[in-house]
């Protein structure tokens, strides 16, 4: 009699690993940049008053979309397991690892306080998406699934 028992997998095969897409200095330098903007706003605030309603509805507007990124930046996740990779930043994305034709680690070493470590996915021919991470267990996790990708091409 055959032995129908499924074949078996590693077990960091079936954990998510999920953690921020970015440090804790990108967090605060984004910070930094956003309150600089801020303080000239403020400057600025005096002459507003002569502004035309257009104008002013610009501002607001492009306030909240930077408020929007900036609210992105701090509280994005990426999330990985072996069926998907899902990412919370500005826009939500989503891939399966079936899906995935080619991919790429881009990671500069000393340098990752400053330039997030990233993973470019290929999904078909013209399908580009990009996913952040700071944590070094999605970061093991995106080196095991390029070394995969690369061993099965």
Request: aromatic fraction near 14%; charged fraction near 15%; proline fraction near 5%.
């Amino acid at each position: 009699m055959e032995d129908q028992t499924p074949p078996r997998t590693s077990p960091s095969d079936l954990i998510e690993v999920s953690g921020t897409s970015f440090s804790f200095l990108i967090k605060l330098l984004s910070s930094f940049l956003i309150a600089g903007i801020g303080h000239l706003a403020l400057q600025a605030l005096p002459q507003m008053e002569d502004m035309k309603l257009t104008t002013l509805g610009f501002i607001v507007a492009v306030t909240l979309v930077i408020a929007y990124f900036q609210l992105s930046i701090w509280f994005s996740t990426t999330h990985i397991s072996d069926t998907y990779i899902y990412q919370t930043w500005m826009f939500r994305k989503k891939v399966a690892i079936k899906d995935i034709a080619q991919c790429k680690l881009i990671y500069v070493p000393f340098f990752s306080w400053i330039i997030t470590p990233r993973l470019v996915v290929r999904v078909g021919m013209a399908n580009f998406f990009v996913f952040y991470a700071s944590n070094p267990k999605v970061l093991q996790k995106f080196l095991e699934l390029v070394y995969k990708k690369s061993v099965s091409i």
